[in-house]
């Protein structure tokens, strides 16, 4: 069965705090990617990356970065947490090859930010 | 005209009921589309693609309609395992692979 696994289901960090979430997927996926879900504004794409150390901004990068260094890890940081980082984080995974976007979701990282 | 448009709902609808959400769609150049399933407090799950007229699986049919840019979601038979959010998802002008979410529609089947 294949996966998407995030690190943490629920995380509680101070403002001004790193935080690094964690993604790991089996799926031999070329395209990895995290987003944030807010109420009543859905998921909204933060970075996206098509390759091992690529990476590019989604449309909301401000705040946070990422890494890639292996094909099957994409990690999320956020350099010094603030209140309004505080929300559901979903990472998710998809196949190169165009014509199927179809996402493979982890189960989500729920950051609250104090 | 926002990317991507739904009503949140709650759609509250009886077991048994037939349920239709509307999606609406800016971007005339998206050539697929998608629907994805979110239960609470979970991750999404996809549900159908709508590549051209439509799709039909099971209990559920996607229709794309090009001229007023919008998709559907027709769901016969509700059951109460039906409950959850509905997102509509379109590829965006953004670039390869990038999509762009719904908000989603709730749908609450009653017993």
């Known amino acids: 069965d294949v996966k998407v696994t995030q690190s943490s289901r629920y995380l509680v960090k101070r403002t001004g705090e790193k935080v690094f979430l964690e993604c790991v997927q089996d799926?031999?996926?070329?395209?990895m990617f995290w987003y944030r879900q807010d109420p009543g504004l859905g998921l909204r794409l933060i970075y996206f990356?098509?390759?091992?150390?690529?990476?590019e901004k989604g449309d909301i990068p401000e705040g946070y970065s990422v890494s890639r260094e292996k094909k099957e890890r994409f990690s999320l940081i956020l350099e010094s947490a603030s209140t309004n980082q505080t929300s559901m984080y979903l990472c998710?995974?998809?196949?190169?090859?165009?014509?199927?976007?179809?996402?493979?979701f982890g189960s989500g990282t729920q950051l609250s930010v104090l | 005209r926002k990317e991507v448009e739904q009503d949140p709902g709650p759609f509250n609808v009886p077991e048994g009921a037939t349920v239709a959400f509307n999606c609406t769609y800016s971007?005339?150049?998206?050539?697929?589309f998608f629907w994805y399933r979110q239960d609470c407090r979970k991750e999404p799950k996809l549900l159908m693609s709508?590549?051209?007229s439509g799709n039909e699986d099971g209990r559920f049919t996607a229709q794309l309609n090009r001229a007023s840019q919008y998709i559907s979601l027709l769901i016969r038979d509700s059951k109460l395992s039906d409950s959850a959010t509905y997102l509509c998802?379109?590829?965006?002008?953004?670039?390869?692979?990038?999509?762009?979410f719904g908000t989603g529609t709730k749908l609450q089947v009653i017993p």
């Open positions: 799926m031999d996926h070329e395209n």
């Open positions: 998710a995974s998809s196949p190169r090859d165009r014509g199927d976007e179809k996402l493979f």
């Open positions: 709508v590549y051209s």
């Open positions: 998802v379109v590829p965006n002008s953004g670039g390869y692979q990038k999509v762009t």
């Open positions: 971007n005339s150049a998206s050539q697929s």
């Open positions: 990356s098509y390759d091992v150390k690529m990476k």
